[in-house]
């Protein structure tokens, strides 16, 4: 069984920083693309950011320059560091994947983890 689990997140200033990571565990044979979503109350889930197997990286324009997606293959594991934070990323915030577990490949969410910008 494979699992991906969130953490990082929680109640931070505007203008401050947080980190997320997102661990994957399981039977993995390979992590192909991962990418971090959010959830905001009364919008639509948006993907934030995605990096590819060979760590090519694109990002939504609400937060680019100020998030970065990162991936370390050896631990499994997916960040996403974000800066500048404003009132507006306040969301849930969810880690995907597809990852090849014996001869197929599946897509994977973590359960999500909760970040709130204020003051």
């Known amino acids: 069984q494979v699992q991906l689990v969130e953490s990082g997140g929680g109640l931070v200033p505007p203008g401050g920083s947080l980190r997320l990571p997102c661990a994957a565990s399981?039977?993995?044979?390979?992590?192909?693309?991962m990418d971090w979503y959010r959830h905001a109350p009364g919008k639509q889930r948006e993907r934030v950011a995605t990096?590819?197997?060979?760590?090519?990286?694109n990002y939504a324009d609400s937060v680019k320059g100020r998030f970065t997606i990162s991936r370390d293959n050896a631990k499994n594991t997916l960040y996403l560091q974000m800066n500048s934070l404003k009132p507006e990323d306040t969301a849930v915030y969810y880690c995907?994947?597809?990852?090849?577990?014996?001869?197929?490949?599946?897509?994977?969410w973590g359960q999500g983890t909760q970040v709130t910008v204020s003051s």
């Open positions: 399981g039977r993995i044979r390979r992590l192909n693309a």
């Open positions: 995907h994947a597809d990852i090849r577990v014996a001869f197929t490949t599946k897509s994977y």
């Open positions: 990096t590819t197997s060979r760590s090519e990286t």
